[in-house]
């Protein structure tokens, strides 16, 4: 059996942002909670929907006291200061990091015996959807606004704890590429690898089948096309962006993921590495690992990266291909090609520990032992 999980509506398209007012009015919403993080809120990417919602007088709240890789403590201030609003649903705006503590803060509100926090990680049991949420994503990457996953950080125990949960998905997600539009290329380009790993991880993992094949391969070609010259500022390569990471987003969360995202987890809590950073570090590196693993998905994958000749390829050609082309892209949109000046040698050890222990392990499609691990860590310092 299999289980697909997506928004029950999705806009999509420059502007946008306007049928947030139609969607309040239509579900008789009273009041917004609206999370987003205060370097959005400080350049004025945030003003644009409060902008229509002033437009409609309709009333919010907002809290910006959200990390860029949130925290316990974040999520435990938003439930406070959501109760304390009186607020009736939730409109997430920001990238990953906003998304995810506004899932986090709608699941306790209505289901307040995680107040916790530390205990939503995994598959939580909750019984109740959580507050509703409208997602307005301001990067082209994390796909949180179809996804029914968050990730939260535990400072106190250095390591980030994957939330899996049905009742976390937006109701409503509005993915306007007039609100991508202020990313600086580096952010475009690392949210951008993160959205390709979604796409590569989510067609590879043990989980993955016809349904969402289909949109991690279509994913893997418009990224392959279009992410250049999205963090070139091109306009229309932007949008396809959004789209692409929506699409990778329809897959992976209904499959799971692997150990490019557990890794990446680890370098995030201990480093505050940017997430999509630390995916497009590891990416061609853990292909090499898991190609033997794949059958002849990294021909399918090479084709979609828009390398020619794939059917002529043996299959070592064709797995070799498709680990290229993906480093190439990384390093054309300007993200290091290794982790030295991230990784102290001494962490090692509890990196791959903490890599072990994330919820994205058991989807990756070969079984890494912690040896594995650390050496895969240590082959690109």
């Known amino acids: 059996m299999a289980r697909i999980v997506l928004n029950e ?70 439930v406070a200061a959501c109760k304390k609003s009186g607020a009736d649903y939730i409109i997430a705006i920001g990238g990953g990091s906003s998304m995810d503590t506004a899932k986090a803060i709608g699941i306790i509100m209505t289901n ?58 937006p109701v409503v997600a509005v993915v306007d590429s007039d609100m991508m539009s202020t990313m600086p290329k580096s952010l475009a380009a690392a949210t951008g690898m993160d959205a390709l790993t979604h796409a590569i991880e989510g067609y590879i993992t043990k989980a993955a089948w016809e349904m969402t094949d289909m949109f991690h391969l279509k994913a893997i070609e418009i990224i392959a096309n279009n992410l250049r010259g999205a963090v070139g500022k091109d306009k229309t390569a932007m949008e396809n962006m959004a789209l692409a990471q929506y699409v990778a987003g329809m897959g992976f969360s209904n499959v799971g993921l692997g150990i490019v995202h557990s890794m990446a987890h680890a370098l995030g809590a201990v480093y505050d590495t940017p997430h999509g950073v630390a995916n497009a570090i590891l990416l061609p590196t853990v292909m090499a690992y898991n190609a033997d693993a ?34 190439l892209l990384s390093k054309d949109v300007g993200i290091p090609q290794n982790l030295k000046g991230i990784v102290k040698e001494q962490d090692i050890e509890f990196l791959a520990q903490s890599a072990m222990d994330d919820a994205c392990r058991p989807g990756n499609p070969k079984d890494p032992t912690k040896e594995d691990i650390i050496a895969l860590y240590k082959s690109l310092l």
Request: proline share 5%; hydrophobic share 35%; with cysteine.
């Open 9 to 78: 509506t999705s806009y999509h398209g420059a502007g946008c942002i306007a049928e947030i007012v139609g969607e309040v009015q239509r579900r008789g919403f009273k009041k917004a909670f609206v999370c987003s993080d205060p370097d959005l809120v400080k350049f004025g990417v945030t003003k644009k929907v409060l902008d229509v919602l002033d437009g409609a007088k309709l009333k919010y709240t907002l809290y910006s006291d959200i990390k860029p890789n949130p925290t316990i403590a974040n999520v435990q201030n938003g």
């Open 112 to 169: 307040p015996e995680y107040a916790d926090v530390r205990s939503l990680e995994g598959v939580a049991p909750t019984k109740n959807p959580c507050l509703p949420i409208i997602a307005v994503p301001t990067t082209a990457g994390t796909a949180a606004e179809v996804t029914i996953n968050y990730v939260i950080t535990d400072v106190e125990k250095q390591r980030k704890f994957v939330c899996v949960d049905v009742h976390d998905i």
């Open 294 to 327: 794949t059958g002849d998905k990294y021909r399918d994958i090479a084709r979609a990266m828009g390398v020619k000749g794939t059917e002529s390829m043996t299959q070592a050609e064709y797995r070799k291909a498709a680990c290229d082309a993906v480093a």
